[in-house]
């Protein structure tokens, strides 16, 4: 059974830091590209950042270009969203999601086959 479990979520202050992770198991976590998708209350969700299966191609949301940073580590099955200059419109539940197809950088949620549950991340002014 896959599992895609995100972790360090919380509240910060605008203009500080976060690093989120998700841990997959269940499935060849090198075969699949990883990415990062958020949704704000009373909005769809909206793509984040992408990282191919080695790691070689990464893509961003534009909202996120220059402050997010997307990294996984295929020895520990997990993949990282560090996100600086944080600022209250970043507030949303952050969710990682798997894909295994021959998408280089898959930016659409109906890409991926498999997401995680979310964790809260809370961006006060």
């Known amino acids: 059974q896959v599992q895609l479990v995100e972790s360090g979520g919380g509240l910060v202050q605008a203009g500080g830091s976060l690093r989120l992770s998700c841990a997959a198991s269940?499935?060849?976590?090198?075969?699949?590209?990883m990415g990062w998708f958020r949704q704000a209350p009373g909005k769809e969700r909206e793509f984040v950042a992408v990282?191919?299966?080695?790691?070689?191609?990464?893509s961003y949301g534009d909202s996120v270009k220059g402050r997010f940073t997307i990294s996984r580590d295929n020895a520990k099955n997990t993949v990282y969203l560090e996100m600086n200059s944080l600022k209250p419109e970043d507030t949303a539940v952050y969710y990682c999601?798997?894909?295994?197809?021959?998408?280089?950088?898959?930016?659409?949620?109906?890409?991926?086959?498999?997401w995680g549950q979310g964790t809260q991340v809370t961006v006060s002014p």
């Open positions: 990282i191919s299966r080695v790691g070689s191609l990464l």
């Open positions: 269940g499935l060849t976590f090198s075969r699949y590209n």
């Open positions: 999601a798997a894909d295994q197809s021959p998408l280089v950088v898959p930016r659409e949620e109906s890409d991926y086959d498999y």
